[in-house]
Each structure stands twice: as C-alpha cells, then as structure tokens.
C-alpha cells in the first residue's frame, strides 16, 4: 500500500509543480502582452486605424446623413471616413475657394511684398483660406498619418510623389536639449517607419482631391454653420446654415461632426439648447507663441553643393538627409530655452526652415535673421555644418519667401467630461476640440486620429445609441488627452504663458522635472530614446513613460549624475 502510495503523491507534487509552472509562464507571458494590447487600443489609434477604409462589417449604410461642419483638414477626414458609414454626407464650409477645381489642384504660388518697416521686408506666398491662418506655415506629419492615408486613399504613395510630396524615414534628426531622439534603424531590419514630407498647402488640396475622388457623393454647402436643433430625446436633429447665397437651409443629420477648427462652433451653439451646460468645459491658455517659415528654391547647383556637406546624427554617425528629407529639428527645454528651429527639405525642390519661440519676436524671415536666431541658441550647440547649409543658401537668398504667424490660444474642450447632456449623436474633432502649441506639429496627426477613433466608434455602435457621444469622447481623450497635458505643462515653464484662468504656472512642476530626468536618461539609454520617439510619432501609449523598464533607467542616470 505504502508503495503503491509513494510514487502517486510524488506524481501528484509533480503535476502541481508543472501546473503552477504552465500557469507562471502563461501569466508572465501572456499578462505584459495582454497589458500592452490593452494600452495600444486605448491609449494610441493603431489597432483601429487597420480597420480603416473597410466596408461596414453588415455591408450596409446606416440612414440619414453625416453632416460634417467644417471643410478643412478634420472635415475632409470625417467626411471620408463618414461615406464608408452613412448613405449620405454633407459639408457645410464658409469659404468658398475650398469648392472650386483650384482647391483640388497642385498650388500655384503668387507671392506678395510684405513690408513692416526695419528689416523685415519680404515675399510671402498669397492664399484665399482666411479662416486658417497657418495655411502656409511649414507643417510636419506622424508616422501614424502616412498610415491613415495608405489605408484611406488607394495607390497614397505613388500619387502624393506625383504631387511633389516625399514619403521619407521618419527620422527629424531630432535633438530635444542637445539630446538625440530617435530609435534605432537596426530594430527595423532595414524598413524604418516611413511619414510624409509636404507642405500643408499642398497636402490640403491632395486630400482634397483624394476625397472627392474616392468619395464623389459627398455633398458641399457653401455656408457657415449657425445653429442646431435637437429633438425631445436630446440628440441633434438638424444644422442650419448661413448659406453664402443668402438665407439659411435646415440639414436633418443623423450624426454631426464638429470640424470647425478654432472656430469651436460646438460650444458655442450647444449650450442654447442644453440648459445645464457645463460652463467649465473649455481650458484655455495663452502660451503667445512666434511662429516664422522660411523656403528656399534650391537650384541643381546649390543642392549639390548642400549634399556635399558632412551632415551627421549628432552621435558622429552620417545623416542620410535624402532618406529622411530632413537636416535637423531642435527643441529646447523650454525652462533653458526659448528658440525652436527645423530644417527640412520643402515639397519639390526647396529647402525650408521653421522657427518658432516663446514670447519672442520678431523672428527670422530673411537668411540673416535665421543666422542670428540660430546662433542665438542656448543650452546646446548647433553642428558647424548647419550653418554651412545657411552659408550655401546664400546663391538663392533673394529668391526665399517666408510667412509669420502667432499662436496666442492653446484650448482643449473636455467633451468626455459632459457626456452624460450631450446630444448622443454629436462629435468634434480636430482643433474643434483641442488645439496645442504647434511646436511639435502634431494638429494634423490629431485630426487623424479623431477620425479613426470616429470610425471605430461608428463600427461598434449606431450614432442612434446613447452610449455613442460618450464612448467616442472618453476614446478620444484617452487617445489625445496627453498631447494636451504634456504641452500645456511644458508651456507653463515660461514666464510669457498665462496659464489657464485659476491655475498657475505651478501646475505640472513633476511633469517637467520628470520630462527633463527623461531627455537626459535618453541620452545614455536607446531605450528611453526609442521609446520618446514612438510616443512623438503616435505609435506608443504615453503612459509608456511610467513602465517599470523606464521609471529604473530615469531613476538610475538620475542617481548616477547626481552620485
Ligand atoms: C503656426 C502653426 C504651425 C502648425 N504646424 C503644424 C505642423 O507642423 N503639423 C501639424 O500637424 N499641425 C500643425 N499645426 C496645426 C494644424 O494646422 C491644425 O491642427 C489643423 O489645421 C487643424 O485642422 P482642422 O480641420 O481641425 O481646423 P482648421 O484647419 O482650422 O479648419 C477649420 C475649418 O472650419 C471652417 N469653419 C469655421 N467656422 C465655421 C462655421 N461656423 N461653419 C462651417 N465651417 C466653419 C473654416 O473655414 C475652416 O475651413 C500648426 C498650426 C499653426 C498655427
């Protein structure tokens, strides 16, 4: 008997060790890969941007119609989106120029003289969109919006080349405080994430022309947006608009999507017919921001010339700048700094630097001003061979035109916050919703991924359900919610910024302190570096920045550098 029982309560310790064993290994396995999924769906765009440009699962439209508000960068998106979803969609838009064949066609520059007295006379390219006053700013673009664009527009690549757009690494050779950003091209084998290189004036009117093409049944109303009317159970039942012909035209819609830019029409209409609308919605600050872009055509010669120089990636390594279409991109700490500067080629032909800083101005619009303002950097050195790019564009200085804008508004509406009054078929996206310091580019990008999150939501629930408004605005802030954060409190770190009305520039002190303990780990860890470089491009979630593996590498370069 006692035998017989040996060897059976060994089996048995064994077949528990095993289990205990398999159930370890599946929970060390499967836990971070399950947490990881969980942080990417909730926290990026990336899972849901696959489903993009897909039929609707039943095959069929839903009825009624998306009425989108706003035809610019965020309405052009909704509006795609919305016609692989509702029978009918529609676009209310003030300005007229957005409707005619040359809005969808390659710009044709005209340049003006601007004169403001002492140094600063220049060209500047003219434009019609009065109510998108950064429409020739220099504009970069994420990773993540080349891949929103391949899944929206067939044959993307091919035809934005034809446009004189560049699909290039996405490597700005960036250098936050002197420290380069970056992941390593090794960790692609070969196939580093690709984004798009193109001027907003031209990517403006390629989309536009993608859209019409892909999506020709959408409607266009020339007028601006002027009221809604909701029905007894509190959703939006129709738009009206001012039409630009004179009188007004009532749309029934069946969803509404505010795209309206700084416009904000949302807010501004909803709380006439919402009786308890929250007041506090809206944050806003002024961060008083300077703004100048400068383009350069470069002739045969003068490009030689430029590709003739040592251009390195701050580590002693070559920059392929034909690879990236790009030279260099600097950021300051902004409590060190106040200067930003890129250097990029332009689309076609043209090399174009962007300057920005805080409460500083004027800023460059002519070569030897961007001399000055370069040299005028503090807190880390420029490499000599970017000055010998400015050297070199001295053949084609007359030939350079530049525009100046100014951000004075930084606002971030926290619909997520007023879900349970608002009507249940109403969304906003784009700078409708949060508009940010545009010093790390990312408007565009945002616009996208308030169009994919649009999407997503619009698979999974009918705009007729009430959990639709809610569950699209808290993915939403999910998703957005630390581009706000992240800038504000980095803005807050100059003496120029009003903060938000009842906050002080106080607010966000350990968000600082910890974003510069993280620069600094970067640049003694790839890690840390590889991992600010997939946030940046929209392809991480931000809470990656508090995971264990980076909390010990900041912790330890902290540690170390103050030992
Ligand atoms: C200086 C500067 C540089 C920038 N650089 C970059 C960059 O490098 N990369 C990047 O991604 N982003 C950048 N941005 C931000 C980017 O330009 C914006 O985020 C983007 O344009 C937002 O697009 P949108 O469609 O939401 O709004 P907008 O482009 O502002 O368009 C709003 C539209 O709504 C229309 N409208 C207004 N009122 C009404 C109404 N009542 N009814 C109907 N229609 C209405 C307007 O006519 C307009 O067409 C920059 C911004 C600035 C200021």
Known sequence: MANFAAPSCAMLLLNTYALLLLVGLAICYLLPSALRTYLMRKYTALVDVKHVGTPRQDGKKLPGTAVVCGGSIAGLYAARICSDHFERVVIIEPEPSTFSKDSRAQPNDVLRD???????????????RTRVMQYTAGHAYQVLSLLFFRKLFSRFD????????????ADTNMRVAGVAIRPSYEDYYGSFPETLVASRRTLEPFIRSLVAEA???????AGTVSDFTLDYGGAVRSVRVRLNAGGTQDIDCALVADCTG????????????????????REDYNPDVYATALEFPLTP??????????????????????????????????????????MSYGTGDSLLVICGAWGLHPLPVNLPMLV???????????PEWYFKVLEVLKDVETDGVASEFRCTSCSCIHYERASAILPRNFVALGDASMRVNPRFGEGVTKSAVGAITLDATLRSLPPSNASFGPRFFS????????????????????????????ETR???RFMRWYRTRLVRAAAKNPAVASALWHIGQFLAPAPLVFSPSILLAVLRNTLCSSG
């Open 114 to 128: 601007v004169d403001v007295g002492d140094e600063r006379k220049y060209k500047t390219v003219r434009h019609t």
């Open 158 to 169: 091919t035809r934005a080349k034809q446009w004189g757009m560049h699909i290039a690494a």
């Open 215 to 221: 999506s020709p049944s959408i409607e266009f109303v």
């Open 262 to 281: 700084v416009a904000q029409v949302g807010l501004k209409l909803l709380p006439r017919s919402i009786i308890r609308f929250p007041k506090n919605l």
């Open 301 to 342: 010669a003068v490009k030689e010339r430029i590709r003739a120089l040592p251009i390195d990636d701050g580590a002693g390594r070559p920059y392929d700048t034909e690879r990236t279409r790009w030279f260099i991109t600097h950021m300051p700490d902004p409590a060190v700094g106040v200067r930003v500067m890129s």
């Open 372 to 382: 000055d303002f370069t040299r005028g950097i503090v807190g880390t050195e420029l």
């Open 475 to 502: 993915s939403l802030h999910a998703r957005t919610g630390s581009i706000w954060l992240s800038s504000k409190t980095a803005d807050y770190a100059r003496e120029t910024t009003v903060p938000v009305e009842g």
């Open 506 to 508: 106080d607010v966000g």
